[in-house]
């Protein structure tokens, strides 16, 4: 390693308006430079990067890590840093082996606390009696007195470390107990107050049934299984349901049922006690059924099952009664014919006019003189009304 070659090893600032020069660097220094810098990352295999301006810090703190490590080879033992810890302070720790021979005494500055007990004598101070008396062993035990304590966590199935298990405690100065379950984002608070009454943070579950409540329950919007009125509309609804109503006649001596159906395509039908036939039903247009047989329309149409559909037997029967002439109405003839003849001769002549034929007069023959023989003719007409 070298200084800048100026007499006393320094650089010196110029000062051109004096005409002073500063100090000149020269090649053989700046290659001694480089040099000393780049074998502190080159020494722990570090390679060389131009876009790395890092590399010594990199270096000097490869060197210092890779000393720490060979500590203990050097001591022959594992090293422990005392004090500085999380919650400690700066105190001295000496331990040493007990001038009695006792154990292993602590020392805390000028404080003796006493011999260390390790795991393998555990055991004996246990089974003391004296321990018994004062402490419930950890596996289980029977306790002689009350147990106070703030907070009951379980912890099965749970690291010791985890706060978020379940947990049974009293609120401050509050005579209750609430049971805390449930994840740690979502906690759920059980509730038994000072009174006894217990508040759930969901509704319970009874044999895998859900008891009713003031929340899903209202009476005053219930009707009654023995009467009561509705405000509103009562809908009998479920799907894949075919929604019935029953009807049953329960007076002493009978038990009988009908029932009011809903109707495919509309409409409603009742139903017989044995409910395998429909004996009455109205479609959502308003026509009747009898069994199943059409037997009435919205517009008053009725079917007779020996005479058809009653606007037909109507239509009829007023057909023919507007073809007879009302009573004192005047016929029309509309037909004329002459009927005969009648002859003088020895005997007895007869001539009729046909059915539906009135008579309306007579003619004769020219009668001049009183020759013989002379003849007669009916005159007939047939007759309508208007």
Same mark, same amino acid.
């Given at each position: ?107 805390? #500055? ?49 690291? #010791? ?82 929604? #019935? ?57 009725? +079917? +007779? ?82």
């Amino acid at each position: 390693m070298q200084r800048i070659n100026t007499p006393d090893g320094n650089f010196h600032a110029g000062d051109p308006s004096a005409g002073v020069k500063g100090t000149v660097v020269t090649q053989p220094f700046m290659q001694a430079v480089q040099e000393e810098l780049a074998a502190v990352p080159e020494s722990v295999g570090i390679k060389l990067d131009p876009n790395d301006n890092g590399q010594l810090l990199k270096g000097i703190q490869k060197i210092v890590g890779n000393a720490g490590a060979n500590y203990q080879p050097v001591l022959g033992y594992t090293p422990v840093q005392q004090g500085t810890g999380a919650l400690q302070g700066q105190n001295a720790v000496k331990i040493g082996w007990a001038t009695d021979g006792s154990g292993l005494r602590v020392t805390i #500055d000028t404080t003796d606390v006493g011999v260390v007990a390790f795991a393998s004598q555990l055991a004996a101070y246990a089974s003391q009696q004296w321990v018994l008396n004062n402490a419930v062993p950890k596996g289980g035990g029977a306790m002689t007195g009350p147990l106070a304590v703030p907070q009951v966590q379980l912890s099965q199935g749970y690291a #010791d470390n985890d706060g978020t298990k379940p947990l049974i405690y009293n609120d401050p100065s509050v005579r209750n107990v609430v049971f805390r379950t449930g994840p740690s984002n979502a906690y759920k608070y059980t509730v038994i107050d000072e009174n006894g009454v217990m508040n759930l943070p969901a509704r319970p579950s009874f044999a895998g049934s859900t008891p009713w409540d003031t929340g899903n329950f209202d009476p005053n919007s219930k009707l009654n299984t023995s009467g009561g009125i509705v405000g509103g509309r009562l809908a009998l609804s479920k799907q894949g349901w075919q929604a #019935d109503f029953q009807l049953r006649n329960w007076r002493d001596g009978q038990d009988v049922s009908s029932y009011l159906r809903a109707r495919d395509g509309g409409g409603i039908e009742i139903i017989n006690n044995a409910y395998n036939g429909v004996i009455w039903s109205v479609n959502d247009w308003g026509d009747m059924y009898f069994r199943d047989q059409h037997r009435a329309t919205p517009g008053g149409n009725w +079917f +007779f099952e020996n005479h058809g559909w009653s606007n037909d037997v109507l239509n009829d029967l007023y057909n023919r009664d507007n073809s007879k002439a009302n009573a004192g109405a005047t016929c029309q003839p509309y037909d004329f014919a002459e009927f005969g003849p009648l002859r003088q001769s020895t005997g007895t002549t007869t001539v009729d006019a046909p059915d539906s034929w009135f008579v309306k007069g007579i003619r004769t023959d020219n009668w001049n003189g009183d020759a013989a023989p002379r003849t007669l003719f009916l005159r007939c007409t047939r007759i309508r009304n208007t």
